[in-house]
């Protein structure tokens, strides 16, 4: 998907994505960026974000509206839930939380172009993991997105303090129960850049990295 972290309706699809435990690479496209909207109007004659390619059923779409109903569609079988219709509503909800963060992640800071792009774990509402996200878009670094949203109520809360007392378990034969196998925890936001062999936990420490690997 190209998109904007910013843009109210980039988010609406992105919580869509996170709601239907999808990943998906996401092609940053910040404001003043020319890297990947160049590409987009190159291939198919459109500046317009979110533009999404399914490359399992060779679908492609530029709004909102028609992302979100395919997605829900195709991958759940069932309509999208109104807090996800592209309506005024939700437009208005939308554009608030970027407001709230001052608009962070909207605009292109230069920086080099990795060779591969990078892999995020990540859910979208996730506070921890949305700076990383912004970083991610300015620097106009691409990704895969792997969702981890939450699936129970054990899950609710930071990792070192969840709400429910005891052990924590994820759901078995699912990605959290992959990387609770993995990693002894489950824990967003991780980034893993295939071009350093970094792994790393810890949002501030992420950022800081992004922006001394890649920032010009
Ligand atoms: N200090 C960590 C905190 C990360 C954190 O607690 N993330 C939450 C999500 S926002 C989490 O992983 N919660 C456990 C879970 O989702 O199961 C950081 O800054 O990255």
């Not at 492609?60 to 395919?70: K, T």
């Not at 509402?125 to 699936?151: A, D, F, H, M």
Request: overall charge neutral.
């Amino acid at each position: 998907m190209y998109g904007n972290e910013v843009d109210p309706m980039c988010r609406l699809v992105r919580e869509a994505i996170s709601e239907l435990n999808l990943d998906v690479l996401i092609i940053p496209c910040p404001k003043g960026g020319d890297r990947h909207i160049q590409q987009l109007q190159e291939m198919y004659s459109t500046n317009k974000i979110p533009f999404l390619i399914d490359k399992n059923t060779q679908t492609i779409l530029n709004s909102a509206s028609e992302i979100i109903d395919y997605l829900y569609k195709h991958y759940a079988n069932s309509s999208a839930p109104i807090r996800l219709r592209a309506n005024i509503f939700n437009y208005a909800s939308s554009t608030s939380a970027s407001l709230l963060r001052w608009n962070a992640g909207k605009t292109k800071q230069s920086a080099l172009e990795p060779t591969d792009p990078l892999v995020l774990y990540s859910f979208e509402s996730s506070p921890y993991s949305r700076p990383v996200r912004e970083t991610l878009c300015e620097l106009e670094l691409p990704y895969l997105l792997i969702n981890l949203g939450k699936q129970q109520f054990g899950e609710l809360g930071p990792a070192i303090h969840r709400l429910s007392p005891g052990e924590y378990t994820p759901l078995p034969k699912t990605k959290r129960s992959a990387f609770f196998a993995e990693h002894g925890t489950v824990q967003v936001p991780l980034l893993k850049d295939p071009n350093t062999d970094v792994d790393m936990f810890e949002s501030k420490a992420i950022v800081k990295y992004l922006i001394t690997t890649y920032a010009l």
